[in-house]
């Protein structure tokens, strides 16, 4: 799960109408579900990651410290479920690079070396976006699997990864790099590419920091680079960032 950086808000006080901090956050963040890592261009939306529903919560509706985005599968799981803060990893104040590991087989776990009670709190945040859900495949009329889920959509962009690598390893240019680097900000799912690419450094870090060329960017906005450190391995704990119960992993 891509550790990101919010940042400040854009503005002095909180959201009357939270969907207005919609163009904001993806513009820091890029059009991907937080949670399970996807591009999504539509149907992208302002995720509370303490939910809006419950009355306990109500005075964080228009925080922006408490949005994130999320996907119509992510949030319709997470839903009104009550989120405490210290017993989640999440994205914007915990390392979730170190947190996951994502397997050729489509899955998302929580990552080795762990201690016991990350462990609990990984597994607590994958079923709460039911990121631990197994496939739903479905199958087309020359029986080839369509990629229907979150879960089938991992296996596919790991295949993509793959591919690349052995692109790369044929024509290793900067050239290649970069589209390496494009064809995964199209495809979504950082963390896939980052654990293809485990043994390329110079690569990891074109994932972590995008590029900019002629004045444009490419690559996952808002990547929290101290998550990283000079060998793209993850940070930990977490540098803390002044958001409330961060730094458990
Ligand atoms: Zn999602």
């Not at 992208?44 to 809006?52: D, F, M, N, R």
């Not at 899955?107 to 016991?116: I, K, S």
């Not at 039911?130 to 479905?138: A, Q, R």
């Amino acid at each position: 799960m891509r550790p990101v950086e919010r940042g400040n808000s854009p503005q002095a006080h909180d959201y009357e109408n939270y969907r207005d901090a919609f163009p904001g956050l993806v513009s820091r963040l890029g059009a991907y579900c937080t949670y399970c890592e996807r591009r999504i261009p539509t149907m992208l939306a302002v995720e509370h990651i303490q939910p809006k529903g419950l009355p306990q919560y109500a005075a964080l509706i228009g925080q922006w410290d408490n949005f994130l985005l999320g996907c119509v599968n992510c949030n319709s799981t997470k839903k009104d479920q009550d989120v405490s803060l210290e017993h989640v990893l999440l994205p914007d104040r915990d390392n979730t690079a170190a947190a996951f590991a994502y397997t050729s087989g489509g899955e998302v776990v929580p990552a080795h070396g762990l201690t016991a009670a990350q462990q609990q709190m990984a597994a607590h945040t994958l079923a709460l976006c039911g990121l631990d859900k197994g496939p739903s495949e479905v199958t087309d009329e020359n029986g080839r699997i369509v990629a229907i889920d979150r879960y089938a959509q991992r296996m596919e962009v790991w295949g993509q990864a793959l591919t690349s690598k052995a692109d790369l390893a044929q024509s290793p240019t900067e050239g290649m790099r970069r589209m390496i680097v494009k064809l995964a900000q199209a495809t979504g799912f950082f963390s896939i590419w980052m654990q293809v690419f485990d043994d390329d450094v110079q690569m990891r870090r074109m994932l972590i920091d995008g590029f900019t060329r002629e004045g444009h960017f490419f690559g996952f906005p808002g990547t929290a680079r101290s998550c990283f450190d000079a060998n793209t391995r993850p940070v930990t704990p977490r540098p803390a960032n002044g958001l409330a119960h961060g730094s458990k992993s």
